[in-house]
């Protein structure tokens, strides 16, 4: 038994589980809890023997995580609008987005996307008019706001394009200054 601090044994005493704590090889608990993670004054002292490297090692990993679930999240949105099936094979097979300048940076243009279909056709994707469909205006929000995170977290170079294939949710990035 692991005794911490200011703790004692009582000798024929029944006690009741506490829940798991911080130990000094890790975190016992099966789940971390956010609020925790992003309390400074709970979180910076269990760090600060950390080396810088340690500490952007963990950053980069909850950053990828987070940029993974966008993505997914983004892939989803665009098969969703893009349903559109012939056969056994849906007939939207790429997502294909341009930069656009905006002030002095460059971003993915939430405006105007291009859809390649499987017979080789492209064509601009055709947001439905204001107020024609509430439910549309929800996700198109959203839509924005992931798009905006992705050219945040990428920062596309003016002239490259992003591609999303609909089938493999593969995004690659394509242009005389691709990524």
Do not use: C
């Not at 940029?67 to 997502?95: H, Q, S």
């Amino acid at each position: 038994m692991n005794l911490y601090p200011n703790e004692s044994i009582d000798v024929g005493v029944t006690r009741t589980p506490t829940p798991a704590r911080y130990a000094p090889g890790g975190i016992t608990s099966t789940r971390l809890d956010p609020a925790f993670l992003t309390d400074e004054e709970r979180v910076l002292p269990l760090v600060t023997d950390w080396t810088r490297e340690e500490l952007h090692s963990t950053a980069v990993l909850f950053s990828r995580e987070a940029a993974r679930r966008d993505d997914a999240e983004l892939l989803a949105l665009l098969r969703e609008w893009n349903a559109t099936w012939d056969g056994p094979d849906p007939d939207a097979v790429k997502a294909e987005f341009v930069t656009d300048p905006n002030g002095n940076s460059v971003r993915w243009s939430e405006d105007a996307y291009y859809v390649h279909h499987a017979d080789g056709s492209v064509h601009e994707f055709e947001f439905p008019a204001e107020g024609e469909d509430d439910g549309f205006a929800v996700q198109d929000e959203r839509f924005r706001e992931l798009l905006a995170t992705r050219s945040g977290d990428d920062r596309p170079a003016h002239g490259a394009h992003l591609f999303v294939d609909l089938r493999t949710g593969v995004f690659t990035v394509e242009g005389p200054h691709a990524l």
